[in-house]
Structures are given as structure tokens and as C-alpha cells.
């Protein structure tokens, strides 16, 4: 049988750890920036067209990080488990597994797609009162629903070829479909010559012909055959075992964003504006650190698996200097200009009144989630799951949404409060944890630690 061609990840455990991460980490940061456009482009010129459209692109963002969770999630269970058999110089596993993340994606996609069917118009209806708003939200996430093979193929795919240290052709794939997102927004909504004025279906029908682009471009080098059927049940539930703590993790985001949502209908529908204007900003500046944690998954994942638990911590010690680094670019833009980010989507001043003292506030909450979201990645990377959803529950759930309900009673401006307490909160915990392991490995490895980490 002929070999499978790929990049030979071995350098994940020989060069220096800065020389790898400037290696892999660029390409994902810009891949992820222009995968960020896609909902960024469709805010942009649908706050033009509509206020009322605006709102509704809010009230779907929790369904599509539904599934972005689904498709990354199952992804990196993909990368980590090629990244361990890609160790063992067990390149048939490798691409077995690949190829069973490829039938995976398909299942996930018909099952998301008929559920939208089935439960889109209730979910609507807790998130927002005005009528207009509920029809274009229905409307646009019907087509960025159904249509989402593409995002959940390319997510396969690119974890595919990440596993195998090829960062670029994600990038070049992601380019490709957001130029023409970018391009076939503004025909789409607004109408040009021939096209029809469509509104923000024409946003989604761009989103959607974008990230099936980008599936195409990835999938034509990072579709694998899968295995015998016997054998694609074994793979499986290996894949979702080092998977399910992404999947819960990026899921959580809609869970508690769908919570806050609600509470803050409560006081006006700009509210839920913001919020959703809020994590379209955010993306800007957290852009390092989600892909850090994307890249530092295979590099963890080889150099533990072959015991070399001091590359392992410098790892993250680097990570951490790398992505503090870039997150006080954002605190400063959140403390000095917040009314002019909120300005790029929206001209509604009551917004503006809303979101100045929401952006101060949640900027302060930066630096610790730096620590917050890099932990579990480091739990997750190294096979321990159940920290890794501890963490992820801790941050999103059990304090994020109880703290902001009860801010929530002193006023509006105080809920923002919840952002900066849970990240620390989950710090605090996430470190206790992390040495804690540590330990383990002295225990049970003999690991004497020969740098100062």
C-alpha cells in the first residue's frame, strides 16, 4: 500500500520551543483572523442595512460557535491522536484516524442540520422581542445551519494537516474563502446588476459559500481514507475522548452566552447588541492565544508522549509570555477607544452608552485569561480531560453566569463585572492543578525538573 506523504513532525520535540512556535504559530493566528472575518464582514455590512439585522447576526453567533465547537473540538481530537501515533512512527494509524474525523464530520453536520429545523424558532424566541429582528435571525441562521458542511469538513481537514506540521495550506484555504465572503457580501445583501438585493440571507449564503471554498482547498491534500468499518468505532471514540474536552469547552461559550443573553433582554434588546459586538471585537485580540492553543495541542502532545515533560512546561511557559504580550494591546484599545471599536458595526448611541463601560470593564479581564484558556489546553494536550472540563465548567458556567445574574440586580453596568472575577477565579484554580501535575510526574516518572520553568 503507498504511503501517505506528510510533513514530518519530528521537529516538535528537537528544535528550541520559540524557534517552533514563530514556526507554526503565525500561519494559525492568520488563518484565524480570517476565519474570524467571516461573522466581522457580515456584522460590517449588515449594521448597514439594518440595526434590527444586527441584533439577529447576535442571537445566532451562539449557534455558530455550537458549531465551530463541534467541528474544532473533534478536530484536535484528530490532531492529538496523529500527533501521538505520528511519535510512535505509526504513520497508518495516523492517517486512519484522519480518515474516520472525515465520516465524523459528516454525521455531525446531519445531525446539526436537522435539529436546526426542528428547534431554530424556539431558541429565537428567548434571545429577542422585536419582530423584525426574529425573522432575520431566522432567516440567516437557517442558511449558516444547514449549510455548514463546510465548516465542519475544513475543520477535519485543517487539523489534519496541522498534526502533520503543514501550517500554511489552512491559511492559504482561509484566505481564499474570505476573500470571498468579503467579496460576495456586499452583492449579495445590497444587490449589484443581475444579483438581487437579498438581505442578510445574502450574508449567509456568502458565509456559507465561503467555508465551503475553504473545505474544498484543504480537503483536496487532507482527505484521508477512512478505516475498515470495525475498526472506525475504535478511532472514534479515541478521537472524542482526547476531543470531548474542545467540544464542551467551545460549546460552554454558547451555553453561558445564551444565558447572558437572557438576562440582559431583561433590559433592553441594545444590551444583547453589545454583547455580541463585544466577542466579534474580542476575536481581534484574542487571535494569539486561541492560536496558541491550537498550535501548543501537537507540540504537547509529542514531547509528553515521549516523556520530556521539561520542553512540556517551557511549552507553556512560552505561550503565556507570547499571548500576555498581545493581550495588553487589547486592554489598552478596550480602556482608550471603546466607543470608536463599537463605532466599526453600529451608530446607535445608546450602544455606544451601553458598550464604553462594557469594554473597560470585561478589558480588565485579559490578562488573566490568558492562564484561563491556556490550562485546559495543557490538560487536554497531555490526555487528562477531566481537569480540562473542570476548568472550562469553572469559567464559563458555575462562576460566569451565577456572578452575572446576581450583578445583574445592582444594575446593568455591574454585570460586566463577572467577566474579570471569573477569568481570575479560574486562574487561581487552574494553577493549583497544573503544579499538581507536575507532581505527578515527579511521582511516578522520577521528572526532575533541570530548568528553572
Known amino acids: 500500500?503507498?504511503?501517505?506523504?506528510?510533513?514530518?513532525?519530528?521537529?516538535?520535540?528537537?528544535?528550541?520551543?520559540?524557534?517552533?512556535?514563530l514556526k507554526i504559530a503565525p500561519p494559525v493566528m492568520l488563518a484565524l483572523l480570517i476565519q474570524s472575518l467571516y461573522n466581522i464582514v457580515d456584522s460590517f455590512f449588515v449594521g448597514r442595512y439594518s440595526e434590527q439585522g444586527l441584533t439577529?447576526?447576535?442571537?445566532?453567533?451562539?449557534?455558530?460557535?455550537?458549531?465551530?465547537?463541534?467541528?474544532?473540538?473533534?478536530?484536535?481530537?484528530?490532531?492529538?491522536?496523529?500527533?501521538?501515533?505520528?511519535?510512535?512512527?505509526?504513520?497508518k494509524k495516523a492517517n486512519d484516524t484522519a480518515g474516520s474525523g472525515f465520516i465524523i464530520s459528516l454525521i455531525l453536520w446531519a445531525l446539526f442540520a436537522a435539529a436546526t429545523v426542528f428547534f431554530l424558532k424556539p431558541y429565537l424566541r428567548t434571545s429577542a422581542s422585536d419582530p423584525t429582528a426574529l425573522e432575520y435571525a431566522n432567516t440567516y441562521g437557517m442558511i449558516v445551519c444547514i449549510g455548514s458542511i463546510g465548516l465542519f469538513t475544513e475543520g477535519i481537514f485543517s487539523k489534519v494537516h496541522q498534526a502533520e506540521g503543514n501550517m500554511v495550506l489552512p491559511t492559504i484555504a482561509q484566505?481564499?474563502?474570505?476573500?470571498?465572503?468579503?467579496?460576495?457580501?456586499?452583492?449579495?445583501?445590497?444587490?449589484l446588476?443581475?444579483?438581487?438585493?437579498?438581505g442578510v440571507a445574502g450574508a449567509a449564503i456568502a458565509t456559507v459559500g465561503g467555508q465551503i471554498l475553504a473545505a474544498v482547498i484543504t480537503g483536496v491534500k487532507g482527505l484521508r481514507k477512512p478505516p475498515v468499518?470495525?475498526?472506525?468505532?475504535?478511532?472514534?471514540g479515541r478521537i472524542f475522548k482526547l476531543g470531548y474536552p474542545s467540544i464542551i469547552m467551545q460549546s460552554m461559550y454558547t451555553v453561558y452566552i445564551v444565558a447572558l443573553n437572557m438576562?440582559?433582554?431583561t433590559f433592553c434588546d441594545e444590551a444583547v447588541t453589545v454583547l455580541g459586538l463585544y466577542y466579534k471585537l474580542q476575536t481581534f485580540f484574542f487571535i494569539p492565544l486561541i492560536g496558541l492553543t491550537t498550535c501548543i495541542v501537537p507540540v504537547l502532545s509529542y514531547n509528553y508522549t515521549n516523556h520530556s515533560f521539561d520542553r512540556t512546561r517551557e511549552v507553556m511557559k512560552w505561550s503565556f509570555l507570547i499571548t500576555i504580550a498581545f493581550m495588553i494591546v487589547g486592554i489598552l484599545c478596550f480602556e482608550l477607544i471603546p466607543v470608536q471599536l463599537l463605532g466599526i458595526f453600529s451608530k446607535s448611541e445608546k450602544v455606544f452608552e451601553i458598550g464604553k463601560t462594557a469594554l473597560r470593564i470585561i478589558g480588565t479581564s485579559f490578562i488573566p485569561a490568558t492562564f484561563?484558556?491556556?490550562l485546559p489546553i495543557f490538560f487536554q494536550a497531555i490526555g487528562r480531560g477531566a481537569p480540562s472540563v473542570v476548568l472550562t465548567l469553572l469559567r464559563q458556567i458555575i462562576c460566569l453566569v451565577p456572578i452575572f445574574y446576581?450583578?445583574?440586580?445592582?444594575g446593568l453596568d455591574y454585570t460586566w463585572i463577572a467577566f474579570p472575577l471569573s477569568e481570575t477565579i479560574t486562574t487561581a484554580v487552574g494553577f493549583i492543578l497544573y503544579y499538581r501535575q507536575i507532581s505527578v510526574w515527579k511521582k511516578d516518572f522520577g521528572y526532575i525538573p533541570h530548568k528553572k520553568i
Not at 447576526?57 to 505520528?86: D, E
Not at 474563502?177 to 460576495?184: E, H
Not at 446588476?193 to 437579498?198: A, T
Open 56 to 91: 439577529a447576526l447576535s442571537i445566532v453567533y451562539p449557534l455558530q460557535l455550537i458549531i465551530t465547537a463541534l467541528a474544532v473540538g473533534t478536530g484536535v481530537g484528530v490532531n492529538t491522536l496523529m500527533a501521538k501515533y505520528y511519535a510512535l512512527k505509526n504513520d
Open 1 to 21: 500500500m503507498k504511503k501517505e506523504i506528510h510533513n514530518d513532525p519530528s521537529f516538535f520535540g528537537t528544535d528550541s520551543i520559540p524557534k517552533i512556535l
Open 263 to 265: 438576562i440582559l433582554v
Open 406 to 410: 446576581a450583578f445583574s440586580l445592582l
Open 193 to 198: 446588476g443581475p444579483v438581487p438585493k437579498m
Open 229 to 236: 468499518p470495525s475498526r472506525f468505532l475504535h478511532y472514534t
Open 175 to 191: 484566505i481564499c474563502g474570505a476573500v470571498f465572503n468579503c467579496i460576495a457580501d456586499p452583492i449579495l445583501i445590497f444587490g
Open 372 to 374: 484561563s484558556l491556556m
